[in-house]
T-cell receptor
Framework: GQQVMQIPQYQHVQEGEDFTTYCNSSTTLSNIQWYKQRPGGHPVFLIQ?????EVKKQKRLTFQFGEAKKNSSLHITATQTTDVGTYFCAGLDDYKLSFGAGTTVTVRA | DTGVSQDPRHKITKRGQNVTFRCDPI?????LYWYRQTLGQGPEFLTYFQNEAQLEKSRLLSDRFSAERPKGSFSTLEIQRTEQGDSAMYLC??????????????FGSGTRLTVV
C-alpha cells in the first residue's frame, strides 16, 4: 500500500511568520486531503486536492498538489496562535485514506 | 447536532477483558470508517463499511478485532482479550459518496482506550 511521509515532524513558529509543511508519497495519488487536529481533539477536514498542479487557498492557508501527484504542501502565512495543532495529509488509496504522521505546529507569541 | 458520535469517550479496562465501542455516523453518510491513533502518529486504518457491508479490513488487524454495522446505521467495534498494545484512540469517521464536491471524512471525538 501507499505510504505518505510528512516533514517536518515538528514546526516551532514565531507568531506572524510563515511556514510550509510537506507531504510526499511513494506512489501516485488520485487525490490528497489535509486535516487539522487540535491538541486533545480529532482530525477535521480542511481541503481536498485532485488535479495535478492544483493550488487552493483558504484565507492564510495555501495548499498545493504536485505536478506528478506524488507530493503536496501546505503553506501558512502570518501564523497565529489559532494555527496550533497537527496537520495531516492523507492520500486516497482504494477508497480509504492513508495518513501521514503529521506536522505538529507550536506558535511562540 | 448531526456530527459523528462515539461512545464511550474513555474506557479503562484490564488486560484480557473484552470491550465494545459504538459509533453513530452522520445519518446520510453511507461510508463508515474505523481508525486507530497512537500518540505522535496519524490515524491508522482499521476497517470500513459501505452501508451494512464490511468492504475492507486492515491486514494489520488481528482476529481479536471485529466490527459490525448491522443496519447500515451505527457501528460497533469489539476488541476481545485486550492487550496493553491495544491502548490507543479509536476514531470513527463517515462520509457520503452520493454527492459531488469534496469527500472529506467527518471524524467523531474518538474513544480513548487504556488497557492496564
Amino acid at each position: 500500500g501507499q505510504q505518505v511521509m510528512q516533514i517536518p515532524q515538528y514546526q516551532h513558529v514565531q507568531e506572524g511568520e510563515d511556514f510550509t509543511t510537506y507531504c510526499n508519497s511513494s506512489t501516485t495519488l488520485s487525490n490528497i486531503q489535509w486535516y487539522k487536529q487540535r491538541p486533545g481533539g480529532h482530525p477535521v477536514f480542511l481541503i481536498q486536492l485532485v488535479k495535478s498542479g492544483e493550488v487552493k487557498k483558504q484565507k492564510r492557508l495555501t495548499f498545493q498538489f504536485g505536478e506528478a501527484k506524488k507530493n503536496s504542501s501546505l503553506h501558512i502565512t502570518a501564523t497565529q496562535t489559532t494555527d496550533v495543532g497537527t496537520y495531516f495529509c492523507a492520500g486516497l488509496d482504494d477508497y480509504k485514506l492513508s495518513f501521514g504522521a503529521g506536522t505538529t505546529v507550536t506558535v511562540r507569541a | 447536532d448531526t456530527g459523528v458520535s462515539q461512545d464511550p469517550r474513555h474506557k479503562i479496562t484490564k488486560r484480557g477483558q473484552n470491550v465494545t465501542f459504538r459509533c453513530d455516523p452522520i445519518s446520510e453518510h453511507n461510508r463508515l470508517y474505523w481508525y486507530r491513533q497512537t500518540l505522535g502518529q496519524g490515524p491508522e486504518f482499521l476497517t470500513y463499511f459501505q452501508n451494512e457491508a464490511q468492504l475492507e479490513k486492515s491486514r494489520l488487524l488481528s482476529d481479536r478485532f471485529s466490527a459490525e454495522r448491522p443496519k447500515g446505521s451505527f457501528s460497533t467495534l469489539e476488541i476481545q482479550r485486550t492487550e496493553q498494545g491495544d491502548s490507543a484512540m479509536y476514531l470513527c469517521a463517515s462520509r457520503s459518496t452520493d454527492r459531488a464536491g469534496d469527500y472529506g471524512y467527518t471524524f467523531g471525538s474518538g474513544t480513548r482506550l487504556t488497557v492496564v
